[in-house]
């Protein structure tokens, strides 16, 4: 069964004050480029090893927790572009954006794979968003024939991370484009 983490309802205030440092330290560490363990990032925030574990038990649930809130715009992009194109356009056009959206973020693609990997997309901040968003536009293209009513979002998600894991580098964009559209072309019916 996969595990999923929950958020604890109501922490201790010195236990919000050590999640909060682990947060910010590992925004810092990630958003620096360079690749930093999980130790270090419990080193800088000043806390012990089993406290960063206790909060966030892989390093997946830790980027998923730093980029929680950043990755809520692309919803409203995803609505944007349904009300601007059909649905299967707004779909590659938004899987694109989403590449560069997780580009910009140090760890999302290792991520989102390794989450993909463990049978565990969809079960943390970012990657439910990602499902939410994939559903929304899924539904839009079936409801007017344009994509397969019988595909899961989660599926989904899963092919876009790999996907990114093999073409995700900005001077790889025309082959990720290319990719896309095969997976966009998968979707339609038969």
Same mark, same amino acid.
């Given at each position: 069964?996969?595990?999923?983490?929950?958020?604890?309802?109501?922490?201790?205030?010195?236990?919000?004050?050590?999640?909060?440092?682990?947060?910010?330290? =590992? &925004? +810092?560490?990630? @958003?620096?480029?360079?690749?930093?363990?999980?130790?270090?990032? !419990?080193?800088? *925030? %000043?806390?012990?090893?089993?406290?960063?574990?206790?909060?966030?038990?892989?390093?997946?649930?830790?980027?998923?927790?730093?980029?929680?809130?950043?990755?809520?715009?692309?919803?409203?992009?995803?609505?944007?572009?349904? =009300? &601007? +194109?059909?649905? @299967?356009?707004?779909?590659?056009?938004?899987?694109?954006?989403? !590449?560069?959206? *997780? %580009?910009?973020?140090?760890?999302?693609?290792?991520?989102?794979?390794?989450?993909?990997?463990?049978?565990?997309?969809?079960?943390?901040?970012?990657?439910?968003?990602?499902?939410?968003?994939?559903?929304?536009?899924?539904? =839009?293209?079936?409801?007017?024939?344009?994509?397969?009513?019988?595909?899961?979002?989660?599926?989904?998600?899963?092919?876009?991370?790999?996907?990114?894991?093999?073409?995700?580098?900005?001077?790889?964009?025309?082959?990720?484009?290319?990719?896309?559209?095969?997976?966009?072309?998968?979707?339609?019916?038969?």
């Amino acid at each position: 069964m996969a595990k999923v983490m929950t958020r604890p309802r109501t922490l201790r205030a010195d236990a919000q004050r050590n999640r909060e440092q682990l947060i910010a330290t =590992a &925004a +810092e560490a990630f @958003a620096s480029g360079h690749a930093v363990s999980l130790d270090a990032i !419990a080193k800088r *925030a %000043g806390v012990g090893n089993a406290t960063l574990y206790r909060h966030f038990p892989t390093r997946e649930d830790l980027v998923e927790e730093v980029y929680r809130d950043q990755i809520r715009p692309l919803r409203e992009e995803a609505r944007t572009l349904l =009300a &601007a +194109e059909p649905p @299967a356009q707004s779909l590659h056009a938004w899987m694109l954006r989403f !590449a560069d959206w *997780a %580009g910009e973020r140090r760890g999302i693609c290792e991520a989102l794979v390794a989450m993909s990997a463990t049978g565990r997309f969809g079960t943390g901040p970012v990657c439910d968003e990602v499902q939410q968003i994939l559903a929304m536009m899924l539904e =839009a293209g079936a409801a007017t024939g344009e994509l397969r009513g019988d595909i899961d979002p989660v599926e989904v998600g899963e092919i876009l991370a790999g996907v990114l894991s093999v073409a995700g580098a900005p001077e790889q964009r025309p082959r990720l484009n290319r990719m896309l559209g095969v997976v966009v072309d998968g979707l339609r019916p038969r």
